[in-house]
């Protein structure tokens, strides 16, 4: 793999996997201040929009420079990238005050939407409750499109160091002021339990601002050894318009859109229809709620931690495999989509198979003991690797130029989740939630593969023998892990959480020892990491 593809994806999958251990840990404290178990439901109402909107706001422009930038520059041209970044950041502030202040205005309508009535018209939480919360989150708008373009900027240069530190800081922040917010509100001044989850997604704001502070700062810093550097190519510059350039870009945006609206519009329809559909069944609307919220808040949470090194990739590969593309170096790009795809699966996989094995312990790690949220997670734990594999999958689409198949696996993908949703849920409960997910997905990504092999010239044959590899490793790394926690659980109980905690974590590094002998004995390793893979194994002298 190539160093700077590796050193981007390694230094966004640890800030982005900080972040995902920062989202979850908040959670033990967070639990505990509001007592609730309904104020999760509340508090993540507000957020399945705002992730719509936001996808909206910023219209796939951040990923769209980094794109373009990285062509241009590929092409000898500094000036060009400046520019659509200085006008970049005009369009962003103007479509985030405008997202905005739709979401505000139509917030009672996105309430009334998504909360659950049961046949009676009862509901746990009021339309105006959910409305005070969407509100608040969506003051975040107005910052968050800026700070993404700034964040493209800098992956468009291959400098992923600015994006890792500031959303490192983002969630800090937000994690911080919404625990004390909080507290202060419910403790100290004795308010509601809606004032006190409308400050806690306020909190979005507040870390947009500090992350935006940092990304600028770093920006100015920066600008003068650029400038410098980009001196020799100065005079190269071409005479392309600023418009004509806007209509290429966002010709290719909306496709980022959908990229980036995929997970939420997914979640979107599970909350709108998951509900309905079990009360249809009989379900009260308590129990209603009490499944959807260990499908679309709780494992949700969890199942996103493994798809942290596809959001790195996403990033890292995007103006890697353009600037391959655009020179013509497709033996490179090859290359470079073999190691992404084989070291992908060679850590999510394992990662999801585990995931499920303990599912109960890291269940009542973070959310308290529950054999239903555990069985829940233990189903909705392959799917990460769907996701992981649909983001890497659009991304190269972008990079190869055949974005428009992203909009359109998107659109079939979600297709196939409204059809089955209703008959699986019927079948299978809650569970056919999940089912009709992935059947989304896998279509939606056998579009992508379809595309990728036709128009890049690329085969997976290698990346498929090897993937079968990695699941039959995995299969007896599950069976270990699961004997292991089996005996643990003689002495052991997932009911107390730092009992579980320890059976989580025993668990983890049993598989690890596992799955990583297994992988240097049949030479996985070796073949997935190249000579690194070898120096590891022969560090642990496993011949």
């Known amino acids: 793999m190539g160093s700077n593809l590796l050193r981007g994806t390694f230094i966004l999958s640890v800030a982005t996997l900080i972040s995902k251990i920062l989202g979850l840990i908040y959670i033990i404290p967070f639990t505990a201040i509001v007592k609730n178990n309904d104020a999760m439901s509340l508090y993540n109402y507000g957020y399945i929009p705002y992730q719509i909107f936001l996808s909206v706001a910023t219209a796939g422009l951040p990923l769209a420079v980094a794109k373009y930038i990285s062509k241009y520059e590929a092409l000898g041209d500094y000036e060009i990238g400046q ?29 009334h939407m998504v909360n659950p009535v049961d046949a009676k018209g009862l509901t746990v939480w009021s339309d105006n409750d959910i409305t005070r919360v969407i509100r608040a989150v969506s003051w975040a708008l107005i910052i968050i499109p800026s700070m993404s373009l700034i ?41 509601s339990m809606v004032t006190a989850i409308s400050y806690a997604t306020f909190a979005a ?15 100015y810093k920066r600008k003068p050894y650029e400038e410098k ?11 392309v318009s600023l418009i004509s350039i806007y209509k290429e870009v966002l010709v290719y945006a909306i496709p980022f859109i959908a990229i980036g609206v995929a997970m939420p519009v997914y979640q979107m329809i599970d909350q709108y229809t998951v509900t309905r559909i079990l009360q249809h069944m009989s379900y009260s609307a308590k129990e209603a709620l009490y499944w959807f919220n260990f499908l679309n808040f709780n494992a949700n949470k969890l199942v996103l931690i493994p798809v942290t090194l596809a959001t790195a990739f996403s990033m890292a590969l995007l103006p890697v495999v353009t600037t391959s593309y655009v020179q013509g170096k497709f033996k490179e790009m090859h290359k470079q989509l073999d190691d992404v795809f084989q070291v992908l699966m060679f850590v999510t996989i394992p990662a999801c198979i585990g995931m499920m094995v303990l599912a109960r312990p890291i269940y009542s790690v973070f959310f308290g003991d529950s054999a239903d949220g555990a069985t829940v997670l233990f189903w909705y734990s392959p799917v990460a690797i769907l996701f992981s594999l649909y983001m890497v999958t659009t991304a190269i689409l972008q990079g190869i130029d055949q974005q428009r198949y992203t909009v359109f696996s998107l659109v079939l993908g979600l297709f ?3 059809v089955t949703q209703y008959p699986l849920i019927e079948l299978w409960g809650i569970y056919g939630a999940i089912a009709s997910t992935a059947l989304g997905f896998i279509v939606g990504i056998w579009v992508t593969l379809v595309v990728i092999q036709r128009d890049a010239d690329y085969h997976l044959a290698v990346v498929i023998r090897r993937t079968v590899l990695m699941l039959l490793i995995s299969a007896a790394m599950f069976a270990g892990v699961w004997l292991v926690n089996y005996l643990m659980g003689f002495m052991f109980t997932p009911k107390n959480r730092g009992e579980a905690l320890l059976m989580t974590s025993v668990g983890a590094v049993i598989g690890m020892l596992i799955y990583g002998y297994l992988s240097m004995k049949s030479r996985l390793i070796d073949r997935v990491l190249g000579e690194r893979g070898t120096r590891i194994r022969m560090k642990f002298r496993v011949k």
């Open 416 to 418: 196939i989740k409204v």
């Open 205 to 219: 704001f507040v870390a947009a601002v500090a992350s935006l502070v940092v990304l600028i700062v770093m920006y």
């Open 83 to 111: 520019r659509l970044f200085k006008s970049g950041l005009v369009v962003m502030t103007l479509t985030g005050v405008a997202s905005f202040v739709l979401m505000y205005v139509f917030a009672p309508q996105f309430a």
């Open 229 to 239: 550097a980009a001196i020799p190519v100065q005079q190269s510059r071409s005479k």
């Open 151 to 191: 964040r493209g900027y800098f992956q468009g240069k291959g400098s992923m160091g600015p994006s890792a530190v500031s959303q490192v800081i983002e969630q800090f922040v937000r994690i911080i002021f919404m625990l004390v917010a909080t507290f202060l509100v419910l403790y100290t001044f004795n308010g």
